[in-house]
């Protein structure tokens, strides 16, 4: 998906591009770890893997051209990098046997102070102006808390009731019936056998390749009470959107669910309205129309990433908001060997100075299901990190007990261990965001949503707010749930503004529509970006009401 790898594969193509003179074999699960031992950094990244390739002198070989200098003068245009001595470490201890082994980086250089721009701040930030613009942001450096301020170290997560403690996400542990699950898994693995892609896009004048394979699939069977001609228009509309999972790469027609996934989506979609009619919802989240008997969440498509081993990994992220709209609701089902999922909190701009985000690790095991609630995308990145190593997972049954295949052998009878992670996530695109309603930049390509998740807009508009709007923003930045539980059921739009109150208490999270076309166009784009207006677009519940011209 193209929102999901921009952020962190960007940085490992940046950090890659500058080491690849030195470090021309480097894997890309090991740029990515010392991006993240790096905060992100990627000087110090670049450093940190030369340093830890036994090289002393950084700098570049006489007479070698550089191959990115576009990019090279745009990191340094605005400080030029001094030389850092970094310390060096060892290898950790050999890996028991039993389990897959990947090169591992030793631990994290003692941080030294910045001189390149944030990569993650820098293209994740749109500059200050209100209207549309192809100017960078004006500010790249963030405000870093005083050293007094601690830093947290990683938490792990390992139960559901720590989940929902310190994340907007749920852990469901054990939710299909296990020979589902395992049905599912061998279908899925089978199918990423059998031809799921590793996305590919431009950065700069590179193009680079995720980490894992990946595929995109819509529901057939919507089960909404629409007729034949509406469900066929709507899954040809995401059959359009689908391509911008694989990074605005045009794509054939998505496949539909299998018969597995489709089974597994009607138990997941159960425990998730069960968990959505917990939570009071945001004034900008979906809602269905009073007058049909749809539940508040329904999924429409599945993306799936497959992980062949400790190696493959998808970068920190948040998910692109595109076609979910604002505040979605995500089920990510894990199937196959366990990993960790990892969560950040993004310090929003008003609180930088006073705290460091903190990382949380939550181990996934086969047939857990996390669902990603209402601001998970808005105020946390997510990752599956790279491990040096994995467990194996024995499947319950042998393929045999399935007829999965119509040839027969005998390995079908045997169980085979496994180091593959199958993920599904299974997503509701909103039909107030549909395709054909999505802004086009001036490449004339549609154009991505993301939200502010440093709330930069909202700092900037601070002064002409009322004081409990601050307040709202605050008390739904923290806590688990990012919002209070009011125990109401239901939900709909009859319940009108109730949902949120007057809108005091929800956060004023503003959301940017941001060219893509660079993704896809050699690494070329207009840069335009503009805020994206609810109202004047006529999206939302409210608007619904509005009339006929409105999108639904
Ligand atoms: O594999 C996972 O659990 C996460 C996948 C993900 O974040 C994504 O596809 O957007
Ligand atoms: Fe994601």
């Known amino acids: 998906m193209a929102d999901s790898l921009a952020d962190t594969d960007t940085l490992i193509a940046l950090v890659s591009s500058i080491v690849n003179d030195r470090l ?59 030389k850092r001595k970094l310390v060096s470490r060892k290898e950790p201890s050999p890996e028991p046997t039993d389990v897959l082994v990947t090169r591992h980086l030793s631990p994290a250089p003692p941080r030294q102070p910045r001189s390149v721009p944030n990569l993650l701040s820098v293209l994740q930030q749109p500059s200050t102006s209100s209207s549309p613009s192809k100017k960078p942001p004006s500010s790249s450096r963030k405000p870093k808390p005083p050293s007094s301020v601690p830093r947290l170290p990683p938490l792990t997560l390992p139960s559901p009731a720590m989940v929902a403690q310190h994340t907007p996400c749920t852990l469901h542990i054990s ?66 959107a689908a391509q911008y999972w694989y990074n605005g790469t045009p794509t054939d027609i998505p496949p539909a669910f299998p018969p597995e996934m489709e089974e597994a989506c009607h138990i997941i979609e159960r425990a998730v309205n069960a968990e959505m009619r917990k939570r009071t919802r945001f004034d900008m989240e979906w809602r269905p129309p009073s007058d049909t008997p749809e539940p508040l969440w329904q999924a429409n498509v ?3 990433n497959c992980y062949e081993g400790g190696k493959e990994t998808v970068g920190w992220h948040s998910d692109q908001l595109t076609y979910l709209g604002p505040y979605p609701t995500i089920a990510s089902l894990s199937l196959g060997t366990r990993r960790t999922f990892s969560l950040r909190d993004v310090v929003p701009a008003e609180e930088q100075e006073k705290r460091h985000a903190r990382t949380y690790n939550i181990p996934l095991p086969h047939n857990s299901l996390v669902i990603m609630h209402a601001t998970t995308q808005e105020r946390f990145k997510h990752s599956i990190p790279p491990q040096s190593a994995v467990d194996i997972y024995k499947p319950i049954l042998p393929r045999s007990a399935f007829s999965i295949s119509s040839v027969k052998s005998e390995e079908d009878d045997k169980i085979e261990p496994s180091n593959i992670r199958i993920n599904i996530t299974f997503r509701f695109y ?123």
């Open 430 to 552: 909103r039909p107030d965001f549909r395709p054909q309603s999505t802004p086009r930049c001036k490449c004339g390509i549609p154009m991505i949503l993301r939200p502010d998740m440093k709330n930069t807009t909202v700092a900037r508009e601070k002064s002409s707010r009322k004081p409990a709007s601050l307040t709202g923003t605050r008390k739904a930045r923290s806590g688990g749930t990012g919002r209070e539980v009011d125990g109401r059921g239901g939900g709909s739009e009859e319940e009108d503004g109730g949902i949120n109150g007057d809108g005091d208490e929800e956060p004023e999270m503003k959301y940017w529509w941001t060219c893509y076309a660079y993704a896809q166009n050699e690494g070329k784009g207009c840069g335009l970006w503009k805020v994206m207006d609810m109202h004047a677009e006529g999206r939302g519940w409210k608007e619904r009401k509005k009339g006929p011209e409105s999108l639904e």
């Open 302 to 304: 599945a993306a799936s």
């Open 175 to 240: 939710i299909l019936p296990p020979e589902l699950a395992c049905k599912l898994f061998y279908t899925m693995v089978d199918l990423a056998r059998g031809g799921w892609k590793r996305n590919k896009w431009w950065l700069f004048e590179r193009m680079v390749e995720s980490p894992h394979r990946t595929a995109f699939f819509v529901r057939k069977d919507l089960g909404s009470n629409q007729d034949d001609k509406g469900k066929g228009r709507e899954r040809a509309e995401w059959t359009e």
């Open 24 to 82: 021309p074999q480097v894997e890309s699960s090991s740029v990515l770890e010392a991006i993240l031992h790096c905060d992100g950094d990627v000087e110090l990244a670049a450093n940190y893997l030369l340093q830890n390739a036994s090289i002393t002198h950084v700098g570049r070989p006489k007479g070698k051209k550089r191959a990115h200098s576009g990019l090279d003068a745009w990191l340094q245009r605005d400080a030029p990098s001094p």
